[in-house]
């Protein structure tokens, strides 16, 4: 074999070795992070009592601002149609 042959070899041989040792990397990761699952629940529970929270919280004022707005445009529009 040449020596051009022979690097190309060495570089797949490498580009493989480098590939399986991110899978296992990615294999362990996922392994140990499949014991928090029960705290990655709460935790997301917690988010979605927190948002429902603030949404309930935010519906008044964008009610007002929804209704304050319509007033004024027809508030505009009689105005004009009267001059």
Known sequence: MTNALRKLGHAAR??????????TALVV??????????AA???IAAIE???STMIS????VVTTIVAG?????LFKKFANRAS
């Open 14 to 23: 490498n580009r493989y070795a480098h590939a399986g040792a991110g899978l």
């Open 29 to 38: 990761a996922g392994s140990a992070s499949a014991s928090d699952t029960s």
């Open 41 to 43: 629940e709460s935790a």
């Open 49 to 51: 009592t927190e948002a």
């Open 57 to 60: 919280a935010a519906w008044p």
């Open 69 to 73: 707005l319509v007033g004024i445009k």
